[in-house]
């Protein structure tokens, strides 16, 4: 029977960090709304709606859950739903405290056994508690320190983005011992892409696996960094306004040169439409041109060991991709000039009448 990776002691470590820590931000809990962001992060939550940007979706959904198991919560008499989001901030909080806790008790003792001097004059299970004790020191310093205190007491998204950053690194660590087991390495990108969905911040959290793989496995960082210079080169070739205004002028769609305001008005619209388009739904080739290459990433991931082959496909996929995206950019120059009409929504429509209204003035 293979060993555990976490043993008994580790886990010891890992909940006397969370409970000691959750009883303190129990304590001295914020008991309503509070000020700042609170009091439109605590409506949003109540509603299930959305916040400031970026809007905090999986914060929104984790904590209109906590309202609904603390709808019992009243304050003078009066239903407190401030009172379950501003708990589930200290929660949040506690568990990334526990969670670092217990990689300090794990890689602890990794460092330790890793010194031949302390090999020989400790025992395993003195090892053990010592690792163990550091690690209950290291989440309760991290639990008691001002910034992470003064958020877990009061309605905010960063304790949240403190846990996922927590089982990053534990994960992560975990994939450095067994580089073999790559399932965990597939946990730590799925924790980075959690944590961006609370907060943009957690983007920069993919660097710290990308210098993982680069001092663990050299090969799967090169195979990585193509895979990540496709996507890169293909968002901005999407997004960039320069590239959309270059290919117009190398396939001659656009007037040229803009010698009057009506070519200017034209030259504007093409350009907003052809950014845009990409929000309205599938029957724009755009909505195509993002989804596609986000859908076929696995199966490149999927297809490392073949290389070739996967660059093949990506090659064929990125021509395909060039041909969809300049039908669409020459129906945006048809529709500028009148020769067809977009199916447009409601909001397009409102945007047109501004547009034209603005020009009348």
């Excluded at 003195?126 to 910034?147: E, M, P, R």
């Excluded at 350009?271 to 599938?282: D, E, I, Y």
Aim: hydrophobic share 50%.
């Amino acid at each position: 029977m293979p060993e555990k990776f976490f043993r008994k002691t580790d886990w010891v470590s890992c909940w006397t960090t969370f409970v000691i820590a959750l009883i303190a931000y129990a304590l001295t809990l914020q008991p309503t709304v509070g000020l700042e962001d609170s009091g439109e992060l605590i409506v949003a939550s109540d509603y299930l709606g959305v916040p400031h940007p970026p809007g905090y979706p999986s914060w929104t959904l984790l904590t209109w859950f906590f309202q609904r198991i603390f709808n019992f919560v009243t304050y003078h008499g009066q239903p407190n739903p401030a009172w379950a989001v501003n708990f589930f901030s200290a929660f949040a909080g506690a568990a990334a405290c526990g969670t670092i806790a217990l990689l300090i008790s794990r890689s602890g003792r990794d460092l330790f056994f890793g010194l031949t001097k302390n090999r020989e004059t400790l025992t395993e299970k003195s090892i053990n508690i010592y690792t163990a004790v550091a690690g209950v020191v290291g989440g309760l310093l991290l639990a008691f320190g001002q910034g992470m205190w003064s958020q877990s007491v009061i309605a905010e998204v960063y304790t949240l983005n403190v846990f996922f950053e927590a089982i990053l690194l534990l994960f992560l660590y975990r994939w450095m011992v067994h580089p073999d087991q790559t399932k965990w390495l597939i946990v730590c990108s799925f924790a980075v892409t959690l944590a961006f969905t609370n907060h943009q911040t957690a983007i920069i959290l993919g660097g710290s696996i990308a210098i993982a793989v680069l001092f663990r496995d050299q090969k799967l960082f090169r195979d990585f960094a193509i895979v990540g210079s496709i996507l890169i080169v293909l968002y901005f070739a999407v997004q960039s306004r320069w590239i959309d205004r270059s290919v117009a002028d190398l396939m001659d769609i656009l007037p040229q040169p803009i010698s009057s305001q009506a070519d200017a008005d034209v030259h504007a619209k093409y350009l907003k439409f052809s950014r845009c388009a990409w929000r309205n739904g599938p029957e724009y080739a755009a909505f195509w041109t993002f989804l596609i290459p986000i859908l076929s990433t696995p199966i490149l991931i999927a297809l490392r060991p073949r290389l070739k082959t996967g660059m093949v496909i990506w090659l064929g996929l990125i021509l395909l991709f060039t041909g969809i995206d300049l039908s669409a950019k020459i129906r945006a120059e048809r529709v500028a000039q009148g020769k067809s009409e977009p199916s447009l929504n409601q909001f397009e429509r409102r945007e047109r009448v501004k547009t034209l209204e603005q020009l009348r003035i």
